[in-house]
């Protein structure tokens, strides 16, 4: 084995479609540890909110449960969620109700107008049918724009929704900054994801336009205009309109997972995710465990990498390294995501800490 025995803390992030942050998480571990079997591994998948989110919570918090409920078009699915007895804290995912994931195929410009958040809903209101008093969403990956509409109507409408969720502390967890409307709004910033062309962009903003006055009529603001009333279609704004608030995905994990004593512990920190690119730093997981990491060293295994050596400086990365060109290809890279990882972190644990240019 090369240099000292180290204590190894494997935070990973989701790696898109190809890998959960805990496949990715367990991926890591086990390409680490075959070239340094000394190293001590602790493993503690991520998560800013997106798909994946009720995975990390489950694999460190445990109270995984699951429920019925309406998927983004017709037919439903099966979501998991979180609950906490310790806290009365339920832990909700909108990818598990309405992601992307779940349209049976590629969007498309139908799906993008009849993709709906009513299951995020359901999942709400099994959350408060448990007892919960603490409610957190975790936002991202979604196929709607709705607006969060159909998530509204699922709990009763606007005023019956404000009703039931009077003394429950309600969290709108995302770390996108984006408003519900105007060109940087849902619509016209995640729209295209989602399968929408240039007129449906048009149709779902003056949509959710619509939305908006009725929104911020019952919340006595303009939630629309709030950092985060965007994310996930617009599902950020009808929980800021139901008396939420939002908050930082990664720091929810963080908070929830006890990252902050893991980073205290270890003498090197292993993350990564799909695409590490400027936006990376930039309120995503890398960001956040870089500047938690402090003088600890930090290693980034991601699917691509776009970032060059003086952007990894000032992020205070130590280096990075990307899944496709260690498989020599994005297909490969992505049909065969845990064999390839796992590979690359193996490769790069024999050459630790030599290839870094960090001594000891």
């Known amino acids: ?62 109270g995984l449960r699951s429920a019925t409920v309406s998927g983004p078009l017709s037919d439903d699915v099966t979501a998991e969620w979180v609950f906490d007895d310790a806290t009365a804290t339920a832990y909700v995912e909108c990818a598990q109700a309405c992601g992307l994931a779940l349209l049976g195929g590629p969007p498309t410009v139908d799906t993008a107008v009849a993709a709906h958040s009513g299951g995020v809903g359901q999942l709400i209101g099994a959350a408060l049918d448990a007892g919960a008093e603490r409610i957190v969403v975790g936002l991202g990956g979604s196929a709607c724009s709705d607006g969060g509409r159909a998530l509204v109507d699922a709990l009763g409408g606007l005023a019956e929704a404000r009703a039931r969720l009077v003394g429950v502390e309600l969290i709108a967890a995302t770390d996108v900054e984006h ?42 603001r303009d939630v629309g205009a709030e950092p985060g009333a965007g994310a996930a279609g617009g599902i950020g704004a009808a929980l800021l309109a139901m008396g939420g608030r939002r908050e930082s995905g990664a720091a929810v994990i963080a908070e929830h997972t006890g990252l902050a004593a893991d980073l205290g512990a270890a003498e090197l920190v292993i993350t990564g995710e799909g695409r590490f690119d400027d936006q990376s730093l930039h309120g995503k997981v890398v960001s956040a465990l870089a500047a938690g990491a402090r003088d600890t060293p930090v290693l980034v295994l991601a699917g691509q990498v776009t970032l060059d050596a003086e952007a990894l400086r000032g992020a205070g990365i130590a280096a990075a390294h990307s899944i496709t060109e260690y498989a020599g290809s994005v297909q490969l890279a992505m049909d065969d995501a845990a064999n390839q990882l796992t590979g690359l972190a193996r ?12 001594a000891g």
Do not use: H
Not at 44 to 57: K, Y
């Open 1 to 62: 084995m090369t240099g000292p025995v180290l204590s190894v803390l494997i935070a990973p992030d989701c790696y898109g479609d190809s890998l959960t942050a805990v496949q990715a998480a367990d991926a890591i571990a086990a390409g680490w540890g075959s070239a340094r079997p000394d190293d001590t591994l602790i493993s503690a998948p991520q998560s800013d909110g997106g798909p994946g989110f009720v995975g990390v919570l489950a694999s460190r918090v445990g």
């Open 179 to 220: 408003p519900l409307l105007g060109p940087m709004g849902a619509a016209a910033v995640f729209g295209p994801q989602k399968g929408a062309d240039p007129d449906t962009v048009a149709r779902l903003e003056a949509r959710n336009a619509a939305w908006a006055v009725e929104l911020n009529e019952v919340a006595g």
């Open 347 to 358: 490769r790069t644990a024999a050459s630790w800490p030599q290839e870094s240019g960090i």
